[in-house]
């Protein structure tokens, strides 16, 4: 784990980023229908990823800044309420934090997508903004807590410990 201000930066962007890029690349396959299609998401195209990275570009600023604003403090609150470091294993510890954070990160952006993607771009009226970003909570969160469990923290501890080899 980072033991300096930079190695944290440096783990928050990866972090960051890897959480945006799978939430992406399940966003814009939906948005492309490939969930409603005959075998549904085992016939993306690989147009999913390139788009994906597009927008992966500037979410994954916003998820970046959102953890450290609120995201990541209230995940250690939630771990420190459901779990005692003294006594419990480190890895459940871990697991507590991360869903804690996925617990505020993931109403969080889906408020920005919802805003960024429906109102702004889409034209969507204001008045349906609290529609528009329940609905976008309930299609995110049980891919943000998998992706987050399953791929995105561990690959960003693997590439952390490889960019870092002493800290882990």
Not at 8 to 21: D, E, P, Q, T
Not at 78 to 85: E, G, I, L, S, V
Not at 109 to 118: A, G, H, P
């Amino acid at each position: 784990m980072p033991k300096t201000k930079t190695q944290g930066i440096i783990f928050g962007l990866i972090m960051s980023y890897a959480m945006a890029y799978g939430m992406e690349v399940y966003n814009i396959a939906i948005k492309m229908g490939f969930n409603l299609s005959a075998g549904g998401f085992s016939n993306m195209t690989n147009i999913v990823f390139w788009e994906a990275f597009k927008e992966a570009l500037y979410m994954g600023a916003f998820v970046f800044l959102f953890s450290n604003l609120w995201g990541n403090k209230l995940g250690a609150r939630f771990m420190a309420r459901h779990c005692n470091p003294e006594k419990d294993n480190p890895y459940f510890c871990q697991l507590m934090r991360q869903a804690g954070t996925v617990a505020v990160m993931c109403p969080t952006m889906s408020m920005v997508e919802s805003i960024l993607f429906n109102l702004i771009l889409g034209g969507a009226p204001i008045v349906q903004l609290p529609a528009i970003w329940v609905g976008t909570f309930l299609k995110n969160f049980p891919m943000a807590f998998f992706w987050n469990m399953f791929a995105a923290a561990p690959f960003s501890h693997w590439l952390f410990g490889k960019l870092f080899p002493n800290n882990h």
